[in-house]
């Protein structure tokens, strides 16, 4: 079991900036892949952005790339979201999630954490 718990969610102005972290325990960190996925109110969840074990690799979403950066520290268990030039459709809920490899598929990750809540005022 791998359990993780995500923090740094607020509120914050349009052109704003924020960082998630997500802090995992049980299982080996390193052997997983991390993704960071988002469900705003009435829509379905959508990925963001992956990294893999190594941090070697980076993934993004089209609608953040170059806003949003992902990585990870493996000597202390947690991946970050760095989210730079925030605008109001990024308000959503941000999850972090764990599986082996990267996939861009939110149903393919085996662990989750509870989610926290951005919202981007205009």
């Known amino acids: 079991q791998v359990q993780l718990v995500e923090s740094g969610g607020g509120l914050v102005q349009a052109g704003g900036s924020l960082r998630l972290s997500c802090a995992a325990s049980?299982?080996?960190?390193?052997?997983?892949?991390m993704a960071w996925f988002r469900q705003a109110p009435g829509k379905e969840r959508e990925f963001v952005a992956a990294i893999s074990w190594s941090g070697g690799n980076t993934y993004y979403a089209d609608s953040v790339k170059g806003r949003f950066t992902i990585s990870r520290d493996n000597a202390k268990n947690t991946v970050y979201l760095q989210m730079n030039s925030l605008k109001p459709e990024d308000t959503a809920v941000y999850y972090c999630a764990a599986r082996r490899v990267v996939t861009f598929k939110g149903s393919e990750y085996d662990y989750w954490g509870q989610g926290t809540q951005v919202t981007v005022s205009s």
């Open positions: 049980g299982r080996t960190f390193s052997n997983y892949a």
